[in-house]
């Protein structure tokens, strides 16, 4: 809810960039004041700030790009007990109609912290979700560079010479990997250039072969050593999430990492099933009452509550008999599911942490 404002208060807009960022003020019935640029430092945050005090009572500021190129400048605006109010950009519609520059985006975005078309609250990124958010990007591009090396060496074994593949032709996985990894190439580099065209691909095929190998282990020892520096600080910052059901150190990494280092943020568990995606969506006309599948919302929450619910599905008594029950009155399995999946997503809000330091914003 908006607080009420005095003639003295004056609201404040910021478009973000990576060097710069622009900002403008506007007066309470909407009229623009004065813009300016500041560079994207700490002494360009202080400088941005004392700008838009000089010019009344600031109340609060609409920041865009809160998650990326504003994350900086929301920290240093929350420390100094402002209230930040995250913008969206504008979308494409509005700015044919009405323009493209930074002044105009920065007015736009102290007009939707003024009307209220903007009133969420950005992560404070300040606490130990915030590390955990760091980690796991780390995690998941080793994730998909190790998925990358296995089918580049699976499709490398299909051109392979003949004897190559009756070797590795049929193995799992892990052998396959163990396998390439030990093989011999014999001749490499400049040695190929003498040797029989055919020996010079076989040649060739194992070093590929064995330089995928090793870069799949590699990245495998880095996932891990990723996985022993995330699992204590998810075990401390959400000991009641990580004790629900089918809820391990990746899952409720990605849930906390949707949410933030402020999950008080989120007004209620119904708020964060629209964040997760898994909130219906109401379809309704004339006579007909239905509701439709949500497909927005953060679709990495989504899925780590799609992954609660398979494990729950196949081990836990209650949603076995949850699923039969259910069965029983005509629903089918995907539909059996989505409605799992805002019964999880209730659970892990009661779930999230409450008041610990370093987790809530002041």
């Given at each position: 809810?908006?607080?009420?404002?005095?003639?003295?208060?004056?609201?404040?807009?910021v478009?973000?960039?990576?060097?710069?960022?622009?900002?403008?003020?506007?007066?309470?019935?909407?009229?623009?004041?004065?813009?300016?640029?500041?560079?994207?430092?700490?002494?360009?945050?202080?400088?941005?700030?004392?700008?838009?005090?000089?010019?009344?009572?600031l109340?609060?500021?609409?920041?865009?790009?809160?998650?990326?190129?504003?994350?900086?400048?929301?920290?240093?605006?929350?420390?100094?007990?402002?209230?930040?109010?995250?913008?969206?950009r504008?979308?494409?519609?509005?700015?044919?109609?009405?323009?493209?520059?930074?002044?105009?985006?920065?007015?736009?975005?102290?007009?939707?912290?003024?009307?209220?078309s903007?009133?969420?609250?950005?992560?404070?990124?300040?606490?130990?979700?915030?590390?955990?958010?760091?980690?796991?990007?780390?995690?998941?591009?080793?994730?998909?560079?190790?998925?990358?090396?296995?089918?580049?060496?699976?499709?490398?074994?299909?051109?392979?010479p003949?004897?190559?593949?009756?070797?590795?032709?049929?193995?799992?996985?892990?052998?396959?990997?163990?396998?390439?990894?030990?093989?011999?190439?014999?001749?490499?580099?400049?040695?190929?250039?003498?040797?029989?065209?055919?020996?010079?691909?076989?040649?060739?095929?194992k070093?590929?072969l064995?330089?995928?190998?090793?870069?799949?282990?590699h990245?495998?020892?880095?996932?891990?050593d990723?996985?022993?520096?995330?699992?204590?600080?998810v075990?401390?910052?959400?000991?009641?999430l990580?004790?629900?059901?089918?809820?391990?150190?990746?899952?409720?990494?990605?849930?906390?990492?949707?949410?933030?280092?402020?999950?008080?943020?989120?007004?209620?568990?119904?708020?964060?099933a629209?964040?997760?995606?898994?909130?219906?969506?109401?379809?309704?006309?004339?006579?007909t009452?239905?509701h439709?599948?949500?497909?927005?919302?953060?679709?990495?929450?989504?899925?780590?509550?799609?992954?609660?619910?398979?494990?729950?599905?196949r081990?836990?008594?209650?949603?076995?008999?949850?699923?039969?029950?259910?069965?029983?009155q005509?629903?089918?399995?995907?539909?059996?599911?989505r409605?799992?999946?805002?019964?999880?997503?209730?659970?892990?809000?009661r779930?999230?942490?409450?008041?610990?330091?370093?987790?809530?914003?002041?």
């Amino acid at each position: 809810m908006l607080e009420a404002l005095s003639p003295d208060d004056v609201i404040g807009g910021v478009d973000t960039h990576l060097n710069t960022h622009h900002g403008a003020v506007i007066d309470i019935v909407g009229r623009r004041i004065d813009d300016a640029e500041f560079p994207a430092t700490a002494g360009g945050y202080e400088q941005l700030l004392t700008w838009m005090r000089s010019h009344g009572h600031l109340v609060r500021v609409g920041v865009e790009g809160t998650g990326s190129y504003g994350a900086g400048l929301a920290r240093h605006l929350a420390a100094q007990g402002l209230r930040v109010v995250e913008v969206d950009r504008p979308d494409r519609r509005a700015r044919r109609r009405s323009g493209k520059s930074d002044p105009l985006d920065a007015y736009a975005a102290a007009n939707a912290a003024l009307n209220g078309s903007a009133s969420g609250t950005p992560k404070s990124r300040a606490g130990l979700v915030e590390a955990i958010r760091s980690l796991r990007v780390a995690r998941r591009g080793a994730v998909k560079a190790r998925t990358q090396a296995i089918n580049q060496l699976r499709a490398q074994i299909v051109t392979a010479p003949a004897e190559l593949r009756e070797l590795l032709g049929g193995l799992t996985s892990g052998a396959l990997i163990k396998t390439c990894a030990r093989l011999r190439p014999g001749a490499q580099g400049a040695e190929l250039a003498g040797l029989d065209p055919a020996m010079v691909v076989s040649a060739a095929a194992k070093t590929a072969l064995r330089r995928l190998a090793r870069r799949h282990q590699h990245l495998s020892e880095e996932i891990r050593d990723l996985d022993r520096d995330l699992q204590p600080l998810v075990a401390a910052a959400a000991p009641e999430l990580v004790a629900l059901p089918g809820v391990g150190p990746e899952v409720a990494g990605q849930l906390l990492a949707c949410v933030g280092d402020n999950p008080t943020r989120l007004h209620s568990e119904a708020a964060f099933a629209h964040l997760c995606g898994v909130a219906p969506i109401p379809a309704s006309s004339g006579r007909t009452d239905r509701h439709r599948l949500n497909r927005g919302g953060d679709r990495s929450a989504n899925n780590a509550l799609h992954t609660i619910v398979l494990s729950r599905m196949r081990y836990d008594p209650r949603t076995r008999d949850y699923v039969l029950r259910r069965r029983t009155q005509s629903l089918r399995t995907k539909e059996i599911m989505r409605c799992l999946k805002r019964y999880v997503a209730r659970e892990v809000y009661r779930a999230l942490p409450r008041g610990i330091t370093g987790l809530d914003s002041p």
